[in-house]
């Protein structure tokens, strides 16, 4: 990324959403569980439905900042426990959490607020927490250059939780780490301890 531009980051799905069609298919989803919405509690459902969703699957726009490292920093940046709220691609069900993002600064430090947009950015659409650890990583590392970067996502998954195997109070963990943090074991270390993080 050159210096003084900021990179305006902006989801642009492959279609738009259409909300009129998005509440017809939500009131014929619900009439074919069995669900009326012939009450009054539940009339303007499939419309609720329809724009849950599609805030769901909208991120934010935002200009991705940095700065020069004048300073020359070189030790870990870290935020922890950014909320993560994303939707499982095969239910469709949430799964909610927090993921811990750090990175060893190169040339550029990154405006702090940028690592949860980052978070946001990827999880509003349906995911695996798989991917969505590793897309965090990958773009904050192609956009930013750094010496190393490391996410960690610890998160509830409602498909395990509220069906199938009802694991309650269950959550998963997923990692990456890239550059420094994945090469050296002292960094690795220090990433893990500061997230609080026990692997």
């Known amino acids: 990324m050159r210096a003084g531009t900021a990179l305006r980051v902006v989801h642009e799905p492959d279609t738009g959403a259409d909300i009129a069609a998005a509440e017809d298919a939500a009131a014929a989803f619900l009439r074919a569980l069995g669900v009326s919405t012939d009450t009054e509690s539940l009339r303007g ?39 993560v709220r994303s939707v499982c691609e095969h239910h469709l069900l949430p799964f909610v959490g927090t993921a811990h993002v750090g990175y060893l600064p190169g040339e550029r430090i990154l405006g702090l607020s940028k690592l949860a947009r980052i978070v946001e950015y990827f999880a509003c659409r349906p995911q695996v927490q798989e991917r969505l650890t590793k897309q965090v990583a990958d773009w904050l590392n192609d956009h930013l250059n750094p010496r190393g970067v490391g996410v960690v996502i610890e998160a509830e998954h409602t498909c395990m939780t509220l069906r199938g195997v009802l694991a309650s109070g269950s959550t998963t963990v997923t990692s990456t780490l890239l550059g420094s943090l994945r090469e050296d074991v002292r960094s690795r270390q220090e990433f893990f301890a500061l997230s609080g993080v026990h692997i």
């Open 45 to 83: 459902t499939p419309g609720r439905m329809a724009r849950a969703y599609a805030e769901l699957f909208s991120p934010r726009p935002f200009d991705l900042t940095t700065f020069p490292n004048d300073e020359g920093y070189d030790e870990l940046v870290l935020a922890r426990a950014i909320p």
